[in-house]
């Protein structure tokens, strides 16, 4: 398994503002996952992250309000842009290793409050 | 209807209790089924996984899948206040792009009271 790093692990924001989340895994991966977790709600898949091309986004997410970036193998941040109440949400970065393997690594996460 | 169910609880148990915990799933081509267990302000870590019908085992946890029924538990036995977490169920079906896309359940909030 791979050992994740994100942060910031909690924030509070104003609406209207942007909040970039970064995450680092100790091995080098070729996708990476987005995913949001909304309170008693299932986690939902925001986007895959591949290094060297755009993401891939889910029905529901576009690349506006969720941008990606994802400069090498280890790397990759998610903004959340224009933010609003209902964006306030538990973010968490997830991969799969070694790739092509069932069970996903899971960050920390990120909690966000909008206000 | 949504593709897995799951009850989100809180179940509360006495200290050394079997907890039973279940999810039913409408999708039919699933085949690999997960368990993570996920602690408050944590991330969720693979618990067990198994593939197709059957049971395994692993320690005092128990996973069961049913195809025939969509149905999966997890029984976790002689439970203990550390195993007070969020359970969330989880399926994929086939490889698709170099990675199995994992649908979750709600998750199930357990708290085992000593």
């Known amino acids: 398994s791979a050992v994740i790093s994100q942060k910031p692990s909690r924030d509070i924001c104003q609406r209207g503002t942007s909040l970039t989340i970064q995450c680092q895994v100790d091995s080098q991966v070729t996708m990476m996952f987005w995913y949001r977790q909304q309170p008693g709600q299932s986690l939902t898949l925001i986007a895959t992250a591949n290094q060297g091309s755009e993401a891939t986004y889910e029905s529901g997410f576009v690349i506006d309000k969720f941008p990606i970036s994802r400069p090498n193998l280890t790397f990759s941040t998610l903004t959340v842009s224009n933010m609003s109440p209902e964006d306030s949400s538990i973010y968490l970065c997830?991969?799969?290793?070694?790739?092509?393997?069932?069970?996903?690594?899971f960050g920390s996460g990120t909690r966000l409050t909008v206000v | 209807q949504k593709e897995v169910e799951q009850d989100p609880g809180p179940l509360s148990v006495p200290e050394g209790a079997i907890v039973s915990l279940n999810c039913t799933y409408s999708n039919s081509a699933f085949q690999y089924f997960m368990w993570y267990r996920q602690y408050s302000r944590k991330g969720p870590e693979l618990l067990m996984y198994t593939y197709s019908s059957g049971n395994k085992e692993d320690g005092r946890f128990t996973a069961q899948v049913d195809k025939s029924s969509k149905y999966i538990s997890l029984f976790i036995r002689d439970s203990q206040p550390s195993d007070s977490a969020t359970y969330l169920c989880?399926?994929?079906?086939?490889?698709?792009?170099?990675?199995?896309?994992?649908?979750f359940g709600r998750g199930t909030s357990l708290i085992v009271h000593p």
């Open positions: 989880a399926m994929s079906a086939t490889l698709s792009g170099g990675s199995y896309i994992p649908t």
């Open positions: 997830s991969v799969a290793v070694p790739q092509g393997w069932v069970g996903y690594t």
